[in-house]
């Protein structure tokens, strides 16, 4: 299975809004509404923050939605603040009982 | 609370063997998946392993299968993550982590982590 692709890094001002992209294929995330995100601090195990494309866990702030149009999901972390800096990964159901990532995306809060 | 607490990291020789456990607490175990979940040093995530609640079934990815076994103990609440032919390329944080989801008729459903333990780093170096 192929890691899903993300850009490396992205970056906004405090209160903006940043979308962070995450491309497959039919054969995981254009195929299947179970595409999730995870947010990692340095040294922290990663968290949860949106699952089935854009259902967001109890506790998670209302800043981070999420989507998916065709082969591609996206997270949106609109009000940017300072604790949001972190490494963000997506993640999808690819078939056969598999599960795949993505390579993961710095977000930086300038 | 949900916790996991995972053990049993440290370093290996290539070729050489490490067994991982996990030990989970705040919630009744044998009702979930669980899952393995690695991230080499400055790397993304890499899906390892998930077993049924019961024991009954394991998926594994592609890079591991014949080399890792993932099982569990639901009378201790543990999870482990048997490692035979050791490689450099195994070098990681390896996490612990609940599966969120369900498998049936050649497919699964839901499909995340919700809760993830703190890691343990294997080391494979000669």
């Known amino acids: 299975q192929s890691a899903l692709t993300q850009p490396p890094s992205a970056s906004g001002s405090p209160g903006q809004s940043v979308t962070i992209s995450c491309t497959g294929t039919?054969?995981?995330?254009?195929?299947?509404?179970?595409v999730s995100w995870y947010q990692q601090h340095p040294g922290k195990a990663p968290k949860l923050m949106i699952y089935e494309v854009n259902k967001r866990p109890s506790g998670v702030p209302d800043r981070f939605s999420g989507s998916k149009s065709g082969n591609t999901a996206s997270l949106i972390v609109s009000g940017l603040q300072a604790e949001d800096e972190a490494d963000y990964y997506c993640s999808s159901y690819a078939g056969s009982y598999s599960l795949v990532f993505g390579g993961g995306t710095k977000l930086t809060v300038l | 609370q949900v916790q996991l607490v995972e053990s049993g990291g440290g370093l290996v020789k290539p070729g050489g063997s490490l067994r991982l456990s996990c030990a989970a607490s705040g919630f009744t175990f044998s009702d979930y998946y669980m899952s393995w979940i690695r991230q080499a040093p400055g790397k993304g995530l890499e899906w390892v392993s998930n077993?049924?609640?019961?024991?009954?079934?394991?998926f594994s990815a592609d890079s591991v299968k014949g080399r890792f076994t993932i099982s569990r103990d639901n009378a201790k609440n543990s999870l482990y993550l048997q490692m035979n032919s050791l490689r450099p390329g195994d070098t990681a944080v390896y996490y612990c982590?609940?599966?969120?989801?369900?498998?049936?008729?050649?497919?699964?459903?839901?499909?995340?982590?919700?809760?993830w333990g703190q890691g343990t780093l294997v080391t494979v170096s000669s």
């Open positions: 982590a609940r599966f969120r989801g369900f498998c049936t008729g050649g497919t699964c459903y839901s499909n995340y982590f919700d809760y």
């Open positions: 077993i049924r609640g019961s024991g009954s079934t394991i």
């Open positions: 039919s054969s995981d995330v254009g195929g299947y509404n179970y």
